[in-house]
């Protein structure tokens, strides 16, 4: 609690400084010692504006205009009309701001942080078969072994060297479950050993790792710029008219007495919307982070509140993407129990969903588990290793009915597997609430159009079927979609959706880690499969936009009455100050809502 404290201290040392300032200012002033306290007035109003000279000159220098300016007007004002209290509260109040805005900004970012967080910064090296030095992860090398204990998370990617492990991989795909793992399984960053101490060698070094490409996604998202920044940007504009030609009004008709002319320029400084906006925007992308849903740009979360059709993928979208076996046919005078131990020791290296229900498949029929060496995956023509001595293939059977993989030997057909997959459990209600909700859906799949056809009568609601989809289909059909003049979001979990996720005005992807080019593509990713991210990411959007909005008419509507108060004299420029920062605090702490 005492560290908290003394950080907010150091956060907040600036206006602590200037507010100390004024004290020492009045009290000379109530001493009669003009000069000394002119003097004090001065240099805490240079200690509090100064960063805003220095950032007002830079962005005029890369005509990039703001209100800042206002703020800039208000402080030489104050100074040539000798308001020195004026001008230093006016210091203390634009530096508070641009502080609280900062410490705002932190907070906002707090949850992403930890993200980043969660990975060691040390690991310790297993040399000679025993426990070496601690070295930091970003200096080990491919080929190192790491030793990683019970409850760590595993920094780097890697390959089981123990005989047995557990890992816990909610935190990549967002399902609670304990994976058991054997020698040479691959591991992956971002895991937690939940199981006794392994060895593992590392196959990436931090910078190529599964859970430094997560991190990275964040990390854009924080540094991307928005249209609704640059809204506020165009609105401060108008408001910098209105506010001069306020400042002018009342400064005739006072019969120019510049201390009207600064009541009004107080009550306009600084623009509460300039220091909301950023804040509403990343407090967005930080409550979708503590759902699991991973905001790359900012600009889609105001996108994406506009948005009015909604393209799905169907497998690993709609339905699981974890098919399960329905039927194991053996042609072959090899034993079923011989071909099942094969089919898993190779396939238990593969990421993709039929491999993982070909594993589970082969675990309840209680099948030997054996090591496959010499593993090779291409994407499209299937998995082939070597199992005692003897090589197979396992790739997708076409000749037969529905979906299936075949057991090949040499290219003679062994066995084959049988599958179904399941509609996830929430995608009817979600679809539901999606079409109540007024928005037009679609479902582009490369399935056959009997079984899209069938999927939408599981669900008994009225969504629009493109069914047979290549990749280019689906960007056509996104491509016709955005020409009427629709604002179209699309979701996806495949490699084959990469193309139609890139061109969607949203691509939004339920993260896999056989398909970094989807993740790639999409602008907001979902970690595991739930659908029901789809409606808390629209949801989030649309509040964080309303917020934000609220922060830049309200703060701008209530600035404007207060300056036509001023410009009649009901306020001093004192009072100005203080008005003003109030609304700042008001817009910054609403705009901190979008974070809840």
């Known amino acids: 609690m005492r560290s908290k404290y003394i ?41 509090g504006s100064f960063r805003l000279f220095k950032e007002s000159i830079e962005g005029l220098l890369k005509k990039d205009f703001a209100l800042d300016y206002i703020a800039i007007l208000a402080i030489v004002v104050s100074l040539i009309t000798r308001e020195y209290l004026v001008a230093s509260i006016l210091a203390l109040m634009i530096e508070s701001g641009r502080t609280l805005e900062d410490y705002g900004v932190a907070q906002a970012k707090k949850s992403l942080t930890k993200l980043a967080e969660r990975i060691p910064d040390q690991v310790v090296l297993w040399e000679n078969k025993k426990a070496g030095a601690k070295i930091s992860i970003g200096k080990v090398k491919k080929g190192d072994m790491i030793l990683i204990r019970r409850g760590e998370v595993i920094g780097l990617d890697g390959i089981l060297e123990s005989e047995a ?43 190529d790792s599964t859970y430094k490409k997560i991190v990275d996604l964040v990390k854009k998202a924080q540094d991307e710029k928005s249209p609704m920044v640059r809204m506020a ?40 919307l300039i220091i909301a906006t950023p804040i509403a925007l990343l407090g967005g992308v930080n409550s979708a982070s503590k759902r699991n849903i991973i905001v790359k740009k900012l600009a889609s979360i105001e996108v994406l509140s506009r948005a009015k059709a909604l393209i799905f993928d169907k497998t690993g979208t709609i339905t699981l993407g974890k098919p399960k076996v329905t039927e194991f046919v053996n042609e072959s005078d090899i ?10 020791a190779i396939e238990r290296n593969s990421l993709h969903p039929l491999a993982k229900a ?18 090779e995956e291409k994407i499209g023509q299937g998995i082939s290793g070597v199992v005692d001595g003897k090589k197979y293939r396992l790739s997708r059977l076409e000749s037969k009915e529905g979906m299936s993989i075949g057991i090949y030997d040499d290219g003679k057909l062994l066995a084959f597997f049988r599958f179904e997959d399941e509609i996830k459990e929430e995608s009817k209600s979600t679809i539901e609430i999606l079409k109540q909700s007024g928005f037009e859906l679609f479902i582009f799949t490369g399935d056959k159009k009997e079984a899209a056809e069938k999927l939408v009568k599981n669900l008994n609601l ?36 990469a193309p139609a996720l890139a061109l969607a005005d949203v691509g939004m992807v339920f993260s896999n880690e056989e398909q970094t080019a989807a993740s ?10 739930n659908f029901s991210h789809v409606v ?18 309200v703060g701008i509507g209530v600035s404007i009455v207060g300056m036509v108060f001023a410009s009649v004299g009901l306020i001093p420029p004192i009072g100005g100050a203080f008005i003003q920062e109030a609304i700042d605090v008001a817009v910054i702490i609403n705009a901190l809502r979008t974070s809840r």
């Open 233 to 272: 940007d165009k609105y401060s504009g108008v408001f910098t008219i209105v506010t001069l030609g306020i400042t002018g009004f009342a400064y005739f008709l006072s019969g120019f007495n510049l201390e009207r002319a600064l009541s009004v320029l107080v009550i306009a400084t600084p623009c509460p």
């Open 335 to 344: 034993k079923d129990s011989e071909l099942l131990a094969a089919s898993e």
């Open 7 to 47: 950080n907010l201290i150091d956060t907040f040392k600036v206006p602590l400084i200037i507010f100390l300032g004024i004290i020492i200012y009045i009290a000379l002033e109530l001493l009669k010692l003009p000069l000394p306290a002119a003097i004090v007035a001065v240099t805490i109003t240079l200690l």
């Open 520 to 529: 790639e593509a999409a602008d907001i990713v979902f970690l595991g499969g």
């Open 165 to 207: 492990g557990f890992t816990d991989e909610s935190s990549l795909t967002g399902e609670p479950y304990t994976v058991e793992k054997i020698k040479g399984d691959p591991i992956r960053s971002g895991t937690v050993n939940v199981g006794d101490p392994i060895i593992i060698k590392v196959t990436k070094v931090q910078d």
């Open 462 to 497: 009225d969504v629009q079927i493109k069914a047979e989809c290549t990749p280019e289909d689906k960007q056509e059909g996104i491509e016709k979609l955005k020409k009427s003049g629709k604002i179209t979001a699309m979701v996806g979990d495949g490699i084959n959706d």
């Open 536 to 553: 808390e990411s629209l949801n989030i959007a649309k509040r964080t936009i309303n917020i934000a909005k609220q922060s830049i008419f």
């Open 358 to 375: 070909i594993v589970d498949f082969a675990k309840e029929k209680a099948a030997k588990t054996l090591h496959a060496e010499n593993i």
